[in-house]
T-cell receptor, first 114, second 115 residues
Framework: AQTVTQSQPEMSVQEAETVTLSCTYD???????LFWYKQPPSRQMILVIR??????QNATENRFSVNFQKAAKSFSLKISDSQLGDAAMYFC???????????FGAGTRLTVKP | DVKVTQSSRYLVKRTGEKVFLECVQD?????MFWYRQDPGLGLRLIYF???????EKGDIPEGYSVSREKKERFSLILESASTNQTSMYLC??????????????FGSGTRLTVV
């Protein structure tokens, strides 16, 4: 079974600074999807960014980008120019290529300091 | 605006009660999922469904069952609630897009307390 590990239960960042959240995963598959989700205090899970494993180019969505290292099975999220609204739980998730199941990590709570 | 709606935001039930958690999506999605979320454990998959009347066990199905009689509705059932089922329950849906997985749309969650 695939597992997803987020080794940082909590992180903090100063407003306008950059922070990187770590994620590693374990799989024997060669094709799969990776996701980062954000869960603010409102509890609504929001998709932040998505990466297809067969694409070598790292995904980017505005201030959010990933560093995808397929050989190392690492998928970190970089948030640039952090804003107060970025404060939330962040979950890394893995999904196999041939179905829609998703497995999540334990989450990282991000605090943004003004 | 597309939505996944969970019928209750907070729920308190007694040990031994039969509990129904309802989830409805208005996006005509084929796939629906139930997760529980616990601190330090993240989201764990309980059950999922890829079609009407179809269900598959996830990683932690014990003590739960599901029902999907209509495409838009996916119910999670706790046959006899126990205190260790106190948790946040999240419903999600996604379209069947073959190999092009674009992620889930989530509901706002139901925080269930079993006393």
């Amino acid at each position: 079974a695939q597992t997803v590990t987020q080794s940082q239960p909590e992180m903090s960042v100063q407003e306008a600074e950059t922070v990187t959240l770590s994620c590693t995963y374990d799989t024997s598959e060669s094709d799969y999807y990776l996701f980062w989700y954000k869960q603010p205090p409102s509890r609504q899970m929001i998709l932040v960014i998505r990466q297809e494993a067969y694409k070598q180019q790292n995904a980017t969505e505005n201030r959010f980008s990933v560093n995808f290292q397929k050989a190392a099975k690492s998928f970190s999220l970089k948030i640039s120019d952090s804003q107060l609204g970025d404060a939330a739980m962040y979950f890394c998730a893995y999904s196999p290529y041939n179905n829609n199941d998703m497995r999540f990590g334990a989450g990282t709570r991000l605090t943004v300091k003004p | 605006d597309v939505k996944v709606t969970q019928s209750s935001r907070y729920l308190v039930k007694r040990t031994g009660e039969k509990v129904f958690l309802e989830c409805v999506q208005d996006m005509d999605h084929e796939n629906m999922f139930w997760y529980r979320q616990d601190p330090g454990l993240g989201l764990r998959l309980i059950y999922f469904s890829y079609d009407v009347k179809m269900k598959e066990k996830g990683d932690i199905p014990e003590g739960y069952s599901v029902s999907r009689e209509k495409k838009e509705r996916f119910s999670l059932i706790l046959e006899s609630a126990s205190t260790n089922q106190t948790s946040m329950y999240l419903c999600a849906s996604s379209p069947w897009t073959g190999m092009d997985h674009r992620g889930y749309t989530f509901g706002s969650g139901t925080r269930l307390t079993v006393v």
